[in-house]
């Protein structure tokens, strides 16, 4: 079975004066403060938060 693809999200812009859900989307993917980057797997469902939060994050293809 293949690895499953990842991509590199980065934080840009703080989450302290967003929306309650909107907050607890970029927590749910991992991110912690400003300019914080982590890997997540390419799944529907994180592509989804990702839209949610697009006006705060940065998101890169390859994270390898």
């Known amino acids: 079975m293949a690895t499953p693809k990842k991509m590199r999200v980065t934080l840009f812009k703080s989450a302290v004066s967003a ?28 592509r989804g938060m990702l839209n949610k939060v697009s006006y705060m994050v940065k998101v890169t293809g390859d994270a390898s």
């Open 19 to 46: 929306k309650g859900s909107h907050r607890a989307t970029v927590r749910g993917l991992g991110l912690k403060w400003t300019n914080h980057s982590v890997e997540v797997e390419d799944t529907p469902a994180t």
